[in-house]
């Protein structure tokens, strides 16, 4: 109940604008979810009582949500993956196979044998570079413990900057050209 009502308001305060100079500034609708969830978070961790959800309706959000996540994803992607199939053949996607896993590989082989990492937390690195959350989430159930989180901040926080800077400089090119 606190939860859904946190998004709720905090929905409506970010549907709120203020004109500056006839230019609207606003949180957007998710911009004020997002910071009334992180308010909620920070008075939770002062009050632990508040806005407690029981673990296994928590479990049950948790699976459904990837779940749905993942088959959204899927019945999207599916229609433009087989045109593109259709029209290149298979030849790109068995690149974008290689260079997708091929990174991965390399990086559990070295921090395994190399950098002498704890499994959990390695497999923790390798979601976070890949700015996986789902892949997290599994990984956690999969180890039955948090410890992979462990690994996953730094990573996911450079990766999502790298990906927000070649993202950019990828267009950039495109549009030179």
Excluded at 72 to 83: C, D, E, R
Excluded at 87 to 105: D, E, H, R
Aim: positive net charge; proline residues 6%; contains cysteine.
């Amino acid at each position: 109940m606190v939860v859904s009502a946190d998004i709720v308001v905090g929905g409506l305060i970010g549907a709120l604008s203020l004109r500056v100079g006839g230019i609207p500034l606003g949180l957007s609708t998710s911009g004020g979810a997002l910071l009334a969830g992180l308010l909620l978070g920070y008075f939770r961790a002062i009050h632990p009582t508040l806005g407690s959800i029981p673990g296994p309706a928590l479990w049950l959000l948790n699976t459904l949500g990837l779940n749905v996540f993942i088959a959204i994803v899927g019945i999207n992607a599916a229609p433009g993956f087989v045109a593109g199939l259709q029209a290149v053949g298979i030849s790109p996607f068995l690149w974008g196979a290689v260079a997708t896993s091929l990174p991965l590989l390399i990086a559990v082989l070295l921090g395994h044998h190399v950098f002498k990492f704890h499994p959990a937390i390695l497999f923790g690195v390798c979601a976070g570079v890949r700015t996986t959350t789902a892949a997290l989430g599994m990984i956690q159930e999969a180890a039955r413990s948090k410890v992979p989180a462990l690994g996953y901040g730094l990573p996911y926080a450079v990766g999502q900057m790298l990906l927000t800077i070649f993202g950019m400089a990828i267009v950039l090119m495109t549009n030179a050209r």
